[in-house]
């Protein structure tokens, strides 16, 4: 995005974790979250777009998380943001798509996503893969 001044994106994955899934629809995935992290930044108010990622494991599962600092989402809209042509905030130009290919690639991966978010604070997603292998 041509208008964000600064961007810091902090990656943390835990040691000795491997991936084993659909390379083509985690990257949807990844690119639809990471998009809408910028998109929904405060860039505007003049402040910094920070992105952390972080990749652990928790009961055989992998966990992916995407923290923003971003304009979070108002809690009432939180139960229809995976909706397909939901969009929560009416002027963001999109087609309200994007959050619905994101869950609909999870299903097919057997994962899921849950959201939390505080409306003026960021949100953060958590993906819940099961195609994980913890090496020894």
Known sequence: MPSVKSSEVNIEIEEGITI???LR???I????????????????????????????????KILIQFIDNGIGIKEDYLAK?????YQANKEAKGTG???????QALLKLEGNIQVHS???KGS?????????KKLA
């Open 25 to 27: 629809r985690l990257r």
């Open 29 to 60: 995935i990844f690119s639809n979250l990471l998009s809408n992290a910028f998109k929904y930044s405060r860039y505007y108010l003049g402040i910094d777009v920070i992105i952390d990622i972080k990749v652990s494991l928790e009961y055989n």
């Open 81 to 85: 943001i995976f909706d397909m042509f």
């Open 20 to 22: 084993i899934s659909d």
């Open 118 to 120: 505080v409306l003026g």
């Open 97 to 103: 798509l994007g959050l619905y290919i994101v869950k």
């Open 124 to 132: 953060t997603f958590t993906l819940s893969l099961p195609c994980i």
